[in-house]
């Protein structure tokens, strides 16, 4: 319905501005799916375009469903394949090179796991 503005010239309502809060944007089965989206392997930045929200956004989603540090942008299975490459005795650089992670990131994650360094002459070939 169109009303009078203090010019006299009619003046068309507007419409409802969607909500910006995610938690009314966001059921609690969307948050589930994403969560399970990231287990399984989807990256922050692909989930927030799937559902449309910011990649901070998902990065919250993630921390309170306790699945992600807070600083890190990497799934279960980079950080299990990471983890994984140490034992193994590949080094933190060669780790970086292999899984495209930079190589601080890499030792954020060993750091947090406390992943314990391979014994001497137990290192992977180059």
Same mark, same amino acid.
């Given at each position: =319905?169109?009303?009078?503005?203090?010019?006299?010239?009619?003046?068309?309502?507007? *419409? &409802? #501005?969607?909500? #910006?809060?995610? /938690?009314? #944007?966001?059921?609690?089965?969307?948050?589930?799916?994403?969560? &399970?989206?990231?287990?399984?392997?989807?990256?922050?930045? &692909?989930?927030? #375009?799937?559902?449309?929200?910011?990649?901070?956004? %998902?990065?919250? %989603?993630? %921390?309170?469903?306790?699945?992600?540090?807070?600083?890190?942008?990497?799934?279960?299975?980079?950080?299990?394949?990471?983890?994984?490459?140490?034992?193994?005795?590949?080094?933190?650089?060669?780790?970086?090179?292999?899984?495209?992670? *930079?190589?601080?990131?890499?030792? =954020?994650?060993?750091?947090? /796991?406390?992943?314990?360094?391979?014994? *001497?002459? /137990?290192?992977? *070939?180059?």
């Amino acid at each position: =319905m169109a009303e009078a503005g203090s010019d006299g010239a009619a003046t068309a309502e507007l *419409p &409802a #501005r969607p909500t #910006r809060r995610l /938690r009314y #944007r966001l059921s609690e089965t969307d948050r589930e799916a994403i969560v &399970a989206g990231f287990l399984a392997g989807e990256s922050k930045l &692909a989930l927030s #375009r799937k559902w449309q929200v910011s990649a901070y956004s %998902i990065r919250l %989603i993630l %921390i309170e469903a306790g699945v992600a540090q807070a600083g890190l942008n990497l799934s279960e299975r980079q950080v299990e394949e990471i983890c994984r490459l140490y034992r193994a005795g590949v080094s933190v650089l060669e780790i970086s090179r292999r899984t495209g992670v *930079p190589d601080s990131t890499a030792r =954020m994650v060993l750091v947090e /796991r406390k992943v314990e360094a391979p014994k *001497p002459g /137990r290192r992977a *070939p180059r």
